[in-house]
């Protein structure tokens, strides 16, 4: 089992930056892949980012060119620098994490609240 734990979120203003982290409890070596989802009051589960083991990082279209993706192995932590914050990114942000093995487990942090307001 992996543990998941979302810290950094809060009440920020427009055009803000903030950045998140999700503490993994085990090596991120043994992770194929860990990103962040957003969910919004209302609204579907949206995909984020990614990175994967051998460092391939995807982005939502939404985010490109304002979100970074980024890891510390030796802290076994993933972050999301978030800049140029609108409105609408105002969600509860979840960061999630593959393994690959017998089988594919997909694991979920609590989650931690963003919230983009003047």
């Known amino acids: 089992q992996v543990q998941l734990v979302e810290s950094g979120g809060g009440l920020v203003q427009p055009g803000g930056s903030l950045r998140l982290s999700c503490a993994a409890s085990?090596?991120?070596?043994?992770?194929?892949?860990m990103g962040w989802y957003r969910q919004a009051p209302g609204k579907e589960r949206e995909f984020v980012a990614t990175?994967?083991?051998?460092?391939?990082?995807n982005y939502a279209d939404s985010v490109k060119g304002r979100f970074t993706i980024s890891r510390d192995n030796v802290k076994n932590t993933v972050y999301l620098q978030m800049n140029s914050l609108k409105p609408e990114d105002t969600a509860v942000y979840l960061c999630?994490?593959?393994?690959?093995?017998?089988?594919?487990?997909?694991?979920w942090g609590q989650g931690t609240q963003v919230t983009v307001s003047s």
């Open positions: 999630t994490a593959y393994t690959f093995g017998s089988s594919i487990n997909n694991y």
């Open positions: 085990v090596s991120i070596f043994s992770i194929n892949a």
């Open positions: 990175i994967s083991r051998d460092g391939r990082i």
